[in-house]
């Protein structure tokens, strides 16, 4: 810069604030830095700006799992708003393993990152406290456990309450509940709300048709045979997430369970477009991440402005026919 300063004849300010597009330098004197930049081919040191602002024009983003489409939306609309303020994005996937959470968050943070946003998959967040002060953090999906943080969540309760009272309205009393890592508070909330939702029809939960930690394909097809072969089997299912509920279509299908309704909680890839459609609580992961990203640059920005620390998102039903009867036989293909 001190170079460009040199030939223009101009201070390395003068330099910064034409690389900057300041509407109020002189022409003659943008004129003359211009040249002087395309001359030199003059490209600003990141690093060494790091250094003088104590941190670096960059978010971290940990999620469970990066490819998974919910996930992936929030990172997404992350790095659409963080390019509008040139800022870089550093994501990683922080598995299943909620012991590993701290190790890689504490990878980012030593970046000296302008913020973070997590989902995450631990479930005490107390680590985070020495961190919190000087990097503007924020939870997103899940709410924090162990310190005061923002976060914006969905209404999983409420969505699972709206989902469970679908199947019941359909006639079902024998609703089974399929989910994952029962440890973090989404899936807990989601189960408490449809256990609500049978409460408030005087109906008890019946624990033989809870079944969590459904990881992967394999477990919900294990899971489904296990939940039809009781004596007394489900005649509906509410899964308790996107993955678990594109892991159990197949299963369903393989297992031609065709008088079962299900409706999954979040949409998914093509889940308007499996045998049959499916039924689902419309979450608006991109709106958790703009949500997010704008809730950082304002507390980088206004650092003491009062903020609403958890906020809750709608969500909203999406009927498609995997809750109407014999709706696997009836989308399936028929051989003659």
């Known amino acids: 810069m001190q170079d460009v300063a040199a030939l223009a004849r101009v201070s390395a300010k003068t330099v910064s604030r034409v690389y900057n ?12 830095v211009t040249a002087a930049l395309e001359s030199l081919n003059y ?6 700006t790091s250094f003088r602002a104590g941190h670096t024009a960059a978010v971290g983003v940990a999620v469970p799992d990066i490819a998974d489409p919910f996930f992936a939306s929030i990172a997404r609309a992350i790095e659409d708003r963080a390019r509008q303020n040139d800022m870089a994005v550093f ?6 393993d909620g012991a590993a959470e701290q190790g890689l968050v504490e990878s980012l943070l030593r970046r000296q990152l302008s913020g973070l946003i997590i989902a995450p998959t631990g479930v005490d967040h107390e680590y985070l406290k020495r961190w919190i002060g000087r990097t503007p953090t924020v939870f997103v999906d899940r709410a924090a456990n162990g310190i005061t943080a923002d976060s914006f ?4 309760h409420g969505g699972a309450v709206i989902a469970t009272e679908h199947l019941l309205a359909k006639g079902h009393r024998r609703i089974a509940f399929i989910g994952d890592n029962s440890d973090i508070p989404t899936t807990r909330n989601r189960l408490a709300g ?5 409460a408030a029809r005087d ?3 019946d624990d033989a048709l809870v079944v969590t930690g459904v990881m992967d394909r394999g477990e919900a097809v294990t899971a489904l045979r296990d939940l039809m072969a009781l004596e007394d089997p489900p005649t509906a299912l509410f899964l308790s997430n996107a993955r678990v509920a594109m892991d159990c279509v197949p299963g369903i299908q393989l297992l031609r369970l065709d008088d079962v309704a299900f409706v999954g909680f ?3 890839p093509l889940a308007d ?6 039924t689902v609580i419309d979450q608006n992961p991109a709106e958790l991440g703009r949500q997010a990203i704008e809730r950082i640059l304002g507390r980088i920005e206004h650092p003491q402005r009062r903020y609403r620390r958890r906020n809750v998102l709608d969500v909203e039903l999406v009927v498609r026919a995997s809750c109407s009867p014999g709706a696997v036989s009836a989308a399936r293909p028929h051989r003659h």
């Open 43 to 48: 490209v600003p040191n990141t690093i060494a």
């Open 273 to 278: 477009a499996v045998c049959p459609p499916v």
């Open 91 to 96: 994501i990683t996937s922080l598995g299943t």
């Open 153 to 156: 969540v969905d209404d999983d």
């Open 203 to 205: 109906l008890t939960v």
């Open 266 to 268: 979040g949409d998914f």
């Open 21 to 32: 597009d300041d509407p109020h330098v002189d022409p003659d004197t943008r004129a003359r």
């Open 194 to 198: 449809y256990g609500d939702a049978l």
